[in-house]
């Protein structure tokens, strides 16, 4: 599994956000200047996560974005699995993926499935709050 850009960047800017602990709305700029990420990439993964609801987002004058829930009630999975798409290791794990023949007599699927929940398990298992006081060792 490679993690995108887009992936590292979503989840650079939900900590960003988490970090200034702020009820007002960020401007675009600054989130852009602390993160080092260019305004116009920042915009369609902003786009992406206004859209999804995992933040909210206000135009124009003391207008900027802002979290919709705690950090601590953001997964690092679901930052991902929205930016990137599924997390699944293989394709035959993927909802959408058509069923195998070899499904029954596939000695490396239980190895797969097994590796793909531990996959799972960890990003879905760290937060926000996680990655901002460095507890998820």
């Not at 401007?27 to 995992?54: C, H, M």
């Not at 207008?63 to 990137?84: H, K, N, Q, S």
Request: proline fraction near 3%; charge should be negative.
């Amino acid at each position: 599994m490679l993690v995108s850009t887009k992936g590292r960047y979503a989840l650079r800017v939900m900590i960003d956000l988490a970090e200034q602990n702020s009820d007002r709305y960020i401007p675009l700029d600054e989130i852009a200047d602390r993160q080092g990420i260019s305004k116009k990439y920042l915009e369609i993964i902003l786009k992406t996560l206004v859209q999804n609801k995992l933040l909210k987002g206000l135009r124009g004058k003391g207008g900027g974005y802002m979290l919709t829930r705690t950090p601590a009630e953001y997964t690092v999975g679901e930052i991902l699995e929205l930016t990137e798409g599924s997390l699944a290791v293989v394709s035959c794990l993927l909802d959408s993926a058509e069923p195998c023949d070899n499904r029954e007599k596939c000695l490396t699927l239980p190895m797969w499935t097994r590796f793909d929940k531990m996959l799972h398990d960890f990003f879905f298992h760290i937060t926000l709050e996680d990655l901002l006081t460095g507890n998820f060792q």
